[in-house]
């Protein structure tokens, strides 16, 4: 067992996205939920300030009501971590049953490729970019992405580490509510796209991430390159939320706030807005307990599943009611400093999406195909291009960001998401994972060097040219 980690900040990149409510029958749950999905304002920021996570327990994660969070910082100012005695960790297993790697395996070092850091295959580029401000006052952009050197040729293995986390919600008096499982969404979630291989025009018999990954590099990417995920559920937690929770403002006042609503999605199932402060806890404890466990490794890309579970903000002056909505998922990486090398274990937080809930297409494996991505093109959330300008907008607008977030760009856009049908013997479902932007389209240049001279993919009309330099400088 890895000793405990004593500081483990956390960077995050976040999907963002609200969008009026696709319509349902009647509606059961809290109105406060619907009303937040409807009316909630898009905040697309990548980045967010760092949580330092310093212990945990593992198991059932839950809280007591001497629990008090900073509503700037998100810390926990007192209280600690308990264990509860139901719902225990579950078997582990699941996985998908395909033969996903092509050609031959190729190595990688022990620790990764990076010099001073132990953590998963990653490569290094660059980029000049033809246009645009930037806070550096550079053209050349670094980046470092997921897999190796795509001229080099070859196929990467990236095992998957997969939490799959449930919720128990309780009443103000501590009884139970309601519990919400992933357990439905298992299946769908192991043979969708993102590890079924099939079809693309980057290549046949390959995994969603790794067409898209291909589709950038395809005219310069040696022979059978290819970056695999092998996903394994290594734990099923339950996570017990309260009620309520405390929350310390600026001016030292403690307050009482709603810490989850809940609705029902069109096909039945509870879905849950979960106050984002409650949860960027529980996700730093259960993380830290599976990195502790050894379930979580550096070699991987770990994933933390949840069902239907969209985080939104503190509403200060009405702390019962949603602030900002909806969250549905981030990547990240978690790290101890001091240690040489220095381990990271790259991360992501995706939930379900029941049909629905969000326009847009925003569905199943929509937030789960987008983190992934972002993963793969930015697994330390440090790669910096031109200030962009998010696509769709008025050309005075001054919506803007500079980094190398893949997903971001297209999730503004109506034709966010392209269906994809998986077929297997007796299984049969059609997924919406998220059209991804490309490389080139950050290099705001006339032409495109990537497959077929596209900016986007699968769909390469979403964004028929490079990203436009954002109207007002640095962004």
């Given at each position: 067992?890895?000793?405990?980690?004593?500081?483990?900040?956390?960077?995050?990149?976040?999907?963002?996205?609200?969008?009026?409510?696709?319509?349902?029958?009647?509606?059961?749950?809290d109105p406060e939920a619907y009303t937040a999905v409807a009316n909630g304002q898009a905040g697309l920021s990548s980045l967010k300030p760092a949580v330092d996570v310093t212990s945990t327990q593992g198991g059932v994660i839950t809280i007591g009501s001497n629990f008090v969070f900073d509503a700037d910082t998100g810390a926990l100012v007192s209280g600690g971590v308990g264990q509860a005695s139901v719902n225990t960790a579950a078997g582990i297993g699941g996985g998908n049953d395909d033969q996903l790697v092509m050609g031959f395996v190729r190595p990688t070092p022990k620790g990764g490729n990076?010099?001073?850091?132990?953590?998963?295959?990653?490569?290094?580029?660059?980029?000049f970019a033809q246009a645009g401000p930037s806070s550096t006052g550079t053209r050349i952009f670094r980046f470092t992405m997921m897999g190796q050197d795509?001229?080099?040729?070859?196929?990467?293995?990236?095992?998957?580490?997969?939490?799959?986390?449930?919720?128990?919600?309780?009443?103000?008096?501590?009884?139970?509510?309601?519990?919400?499982?992933?357990?439905p969404f298992e299946q769908r979630s192991l043979e969708s796209p993102n590890y079924e291989p099939l079809n693309y025009r980057s290549?046949?018999?390959?995994?969603?991430?790794?067409?898209?990954?291909?589709?950038?590099?395809?005219?310069?990417?040696?022979?059978?390159?290819?970056?695999v995920l092998v996903p394994h559920i290594v734990n099923r937690v339950t996570v017990v939320v309260p009620r309520f929770?405390?929350?310390?403002?600026?001016?030292?006042?403690?307050?009482?706030?709603?810490?989850?609503?809940?609705?029902?999605?069109?096909?039945?199932?509870?879905?849950?807005?979960?106050?984002?402060?409650?949860?960027?806890?529980?996700?730093?404890?259960?993380?830290?307990?599976?990195i502790n466990a050894g379930n979580f490794t550096t070699n991987g890309l770990n994933q933390t599943w949840f069902p239907n579970t969209y985080l939104f903000s503190l509403n200060v002056n009405n702390p019962n009611t949603p602030g900002g909505c909806c969250v549905l998922g981030f990547h990240t990486y978690f790290f101890e400093p001091g240690a040489i090398p220095q381990p990271r274990w790259v991360t992501l937080y995706q939930s379900?999406?029941?049909?629905?809930?969000?326009?847009?297409?925003?569905?199943?494996?929509?937030?789960?195909?987008?983190?992934?991505?972002?993963?793969?093109?930015?697994?330390?959330?440090?790669?910096?291009?031109?200030?962009?300008?998010?696509?769709?907008?008025?050309?005075?607008?001054?919506?803007?960001?500079?980094?190398?977030?893949?997903?971001d760009p297209i999730e503004v856009l109506a034709n966010a998401t392209t269906p994809i049908t998986v077929q297997e013997g007796s299984f049969n479902f059609t997924y919406h994972p998220q059209n991804i932007p490309l490389l080139q389209w950050f290099e705001m240049g006339q032409s495109s060097s990537a497959i077929d001279g596209a900016f986007s993919f699968p769909d390469v009309r979403v964004l028929p040219h490079s990203a436009r330099p954002c109207p007002n400088g640095v962004g």
């Open positions: 067992m890895r000793s405990s980690p004593r500081f483990i900040p956390v960077f995050l990149g976040l999907l963002v996205v609200a969008f009026a409510i696709a319509g349902y029958g009647q509606q059961s749950g990076l010099p001073g850091l132990d953590t998963l295959a990653t490569f290094d580029g660059a980029f795509p001229q080099g040729g070859g196929t990467t293995v990236i095992p998957t580490r997969i939490s799959e986390v449930s919720l128990q919600l309780l009443n103000a008096d501590g009884t139970v509510f309601q519990n919400v499982s992933y357990a290549g046949h018999n390959i995994e969603y991430a790794d067409a898209v990954h291909r589709a950038q590099f395809f005219n310069v990417m040696g022979q059978l390159w290819h970056t929770v405390n929350v310390r403002l600026s001016n030292g006042t403690i307050i009482q706030a709603r810490s989850y609503f809940t609705g029902t999605a069109a096909d039945g199932s509870t879905f849950v807005l979960m106050l984002n402060l409650l949860f960027n806890f529980f996700f730093g404890e259960e993380v830290v307990s599976e379900w999406i029941s049909p629905g809930i969000f326009g847009g297409g925003f569905q199943d494996v929509t937030a789960m195909s987008h983190e992934i991505a972002e993963s793969f093109g930015d697994p330390f959330i440090d790669n910096l291009t031109p200030s962009w300008q998010f696509p769709g907008q008025p050309a005075t607008s001054k919506f803007c960001q500079g980094n190398l977030e893949e997903g």
